[in-house]
């Protein structure tokens, strides 16, 4: 538990990065998000963020 802080810090900038996509594209959501991480060295950790953006509008 002592290294979950740190990925949570890890993943937010990668979230950050296609919340800002997908306002680039006109969407005011993003459906069916995954984040994964792996660690290949100490140190060195990968993040993978994706998601479908999408137009919610009222019905």
């Known amino acids: 538990m002592g290294s979950q802080p740190r ?21 005011n959501a993003i459906i069916g998000v995954r984040c ?8 060195v950790l990968e993040v993978l963020c994706y998601g479908t953006a999408v137009l919610v509008a009222p019905l």
């Open 7 to 27: 990925i949570i810090e890890r993943i937010h900038p990668s979230y950050d990065k296609i919340c800002k996509r997908a306002g680039q594209m006109d969407a």
């Open 36 to 43: 994964q991480t792996q660690g290949y060295l100490q140190g």
